[in-house]
């Protein structure tokens, strides 16, 4: 068994029982913050249980904030650290700047690459084929994989870990991928990373929703979305939480949360669970999800979460074959 296929494995107090740790995940920010407060999130997250860190503007190259050599001194600093990181390239690509900007992250050789779509996966395979020794490439999340065979296809092409699409609950991902017989690529076994926490990410597109909230053209948006920490809620006409506007993105109004689901992510073959960051204590969300699943502390951790300052309501429906709004207890 090599390093990178090992598991960690850590003892149930009640039980003395080994299982595997589930490593801990810091996913791409996913709203526009000031420089400041982003410097204050990864210095937070560089304190941290969380061993991997995706680093990057996933929504919308209009957020200026970081140039491609902020987001590069940043992923030095972290690595420094002691951390894993990744660099991921954003999911809707619509222009030849940001296709630029794509093949800049995609063929640098220092970190570790998530594909945000197939323009991406395009420029790492051809990548890895020129340079077969470059790091293997995170799939990710919004690139639609629901079979074995298309994860496999994937795979081949140098793929070393996959972010299943959100909607898909985690005894489909069981079959998949499973964990007895993964599908295996150039790099070896294909882990699995499950998103488990935040709003999520559940569609793009080419028009700026919240511009055209505020009645203004994508292209003098006004920068709007920074005004907006976790997003701006949307609410249905019976006065209900239901989604979230972040730009050209719209999320859940609900928070997304697997802190409850330790064994079933263990079952389905999971190898590490993504946190996206949100405003409020994200450090003590961190602390929180390593604390129960890692360190025997799952009782009354949904309560503890759920009483920090978070964006939305905790919700875990589509983990478990039912609507993504719904709230199902353990």
């Known amino acids: 068994m090599t390093a990178t296929e090992r598991m960690a494995l850590v003892r149930e107090p009640s039980s003395g029982a080994a299982v595997r740790e589930l490593e801990l995940t810091i996913g791409p920010l996913q709203y526009w913050w000031s420089r400041t407060a982003t410097m204050e999130l990864y210095a937070a997250v560089a304190e941290s249980r969380a061993r991997t860190v995706v680093l990057g503007e996933v929504v919308c190259s209009r957020r200026n904030e970081f140039a491609f050599d902020d987001w590069l001194a940043l992923a030095r600093d972290l690595a420094a650290a002691g951390k894993v990181v990744v660099l991921a390239t954003q999911v809707?690509?619509?222009?030849?700047?940001?296709?630029?900007?794509?093949?800049?992250?995609?063929?640098?050789?220092?970190?570790?690459?998530?594909?945000?779509?197939?323009?991406?996966?395009?420029?790492?395979?051809?990548?890895?084929?020129a340079r077969p020794g470059r790091k293997p490439f995170v799939i990710g999340p919004h690139i639609n994989i629901y079979n074995r065979d298309a994860l496999a296809e994937h795979a081949a092409l140098g793929a070393g870990r996959w972010v299943p699409p959100l909607e898909l609950p985690l005894?489909?991902?069981?079959?998949?991928?499973?964990?007895?017989?993964?599908?295996?690529?150039?790099?070896?076994?294909?882990?699995?990373?499950?998103?488990?926490?935040?709003?999520?990410?559940?569609?793009?597109?080419?028009?700026?929703?919240?511009?055209?909230?505020?009645?203004?053209?994508?292209?003098?948006c006004e920068y709007r979305c920074r005004d907006d920490r976790d997003g701006l809620l949307l609410r249905s006409t019976e006065g209900n939480d239901f989604l979230v506007l972040n730009g050209i993105q719209t999320q859940s109004a609900g928070v997304h949360c697997l802190i409850d689901q330790g064994d079933a992510l263990r079952e389905a073959g999971a190898r590490s669970v993504r946190l996206s960051p949100t405003g409020g204590d994200f450090a003590r969300v961190i602390e929180l999800f390593d604390r129960a699943l890692n360190r025997g502390g799952a009782r009354g951790a949904w309560d503890e979460l759920a009483a920090l300052d978070l964006p939305g309501v905790l919700v875990n429906g589509y983990a478990r074959r039912r609507p993504g709004m719904e709230v199902l207890q353990p």
């Open 92 to 129: 809707l690509v619509m222009s030849e700047g940001e296709l630029r900007s794509l093949r800049r992250i995609a063929e640098q050789d220092e970190f570790a690459v998530e594909a945000g779509d197939a323009s991406a996966l395009h420029v790492l395979a051809r990548a890895q084929g």
């Open 171 to 220: 005894d489909a991902l069981a079959l998949i991928n499973p964990p007895a017989d993964p599908v295996r690529g150039p790099h070896g076994a294909l882990a699995t990373e499950v998103f488990g926490f935040g709003r999520m990410p559940l569609a793009f597109s080419a028009r700026c929703f919240t511009a055209r909230h505020h009645r203004l053209a994508k292209d003098s």
